[in-house]
């Protein structure tokens, strides 16, 4: 994401910070209704980043990290949408360290992912692979690597559109501390971006989550600015499902 989304960003943001409005039984109810059909099209990706450190043309000592990030399924064959980012830190990490350093030392950093896999629902694990980087929009696109056993849980191929103000919902998964367990939570559209790309920005939400309308209606899924100059202060914004699926045509 660019410098252009962060003018943007910053011209919405202005008298912007409402929380999300209080709920109806009849909205609990629907939220109970919607974690219950699609919860489990939230999950986890679990594996391993190598990441390799330049300095100054100088091969640094490896280190290894942990991935542990939220992925929504976008059909029952198992293809799934995350943030890049939380997948390959490479190119943010290479910001962050060659910052204010002298060209001739700047570090760069690069990475390699390794034993991808989902957390099902029932505890298995699948392993995936990546077949379709989007560096722009920060998105990164998963399959299984063998057929799934059965059909996957998978976000509704009816996609809308918020308007400011409204009361949308999250799903999200909870991590292994707190079971994995599935869950939803009430969040409000702060403000819906036009320019230079559509985004809506949101009161709260986890990066990789699935954001309903309270029709139940998909409306596109969470991600933060990479740069973290940027994402120290800027609230979540969510990428249009019409997006994520027109990018995702090119996953194969």
């Not at 198992?78 to 943010?92: I, K």
């Amino acid at each position: 994401m660019n410098s252009r989304w962060v003018v943007a960003l910053t011209a919405a943001m202005v008298c912007l910070t409402g929380q999300p409005s209080a709920q109806t039984q009849e909205d609990r109810a629907i939220a109970r209704d919607l974690l219950a059909k699609r919860g489990d099209a939230v999950l986890y990706v679990l594996g391993t980043t190598k990441l390799r450190v330049n300095q100054g043309g100088k091969d640094l000592p490896t280190a290894d990290q942990r991935i542990q990030a939220l992925v929504t399924l976008l059909d029952s064959s198992g293809l799934g949408v995350m943030s890049l980012t939380a997948l390959d830190p490479s190119e943010l990490m290479s910001a962050q360290l060659s910052r204010g350093r002298a060209a001739a030392a700047a570090i760069n950093v690069t990475s390699e992912q390794s034993n991808l896999r989902y957390r099902l629902p029932d505890g298995r694990e699948v392993p995936v692979r990546v077949v379709l980087r989007d560096k722009e929009l920060d998105l990164a696109f998963l399959r299984p690597v063998e057929k799934l056993a059965a059909p996957a849980t998978a976000v509704d191929a009816v996609v809308a559109k918020p308007s400011p103000i409204d009361s949308v919902l999250v799903l999200q998964r909870m991590p292994e501390l707190a079971g994995w367990q599935p869950t939803a939570l009430f969040q409000s559209v702060q403000a819906v971006v036009e320019k230079p790309r559509t985004f809506y920005v949101l009161t709260g939400g986890t990066v990789g989550s699935p954001v309903f309308d309270l029709r139940g209606r998909f409306l596109g899924v969470v991600l933060r600015f990479k740069n973290e100059a940027d994402a120290a202060n800027a609230p979540p914004i969510v990428l249009p499902a019409a997006d994520i699926r027109e990018v995702a045509k090119q996953a194969n």
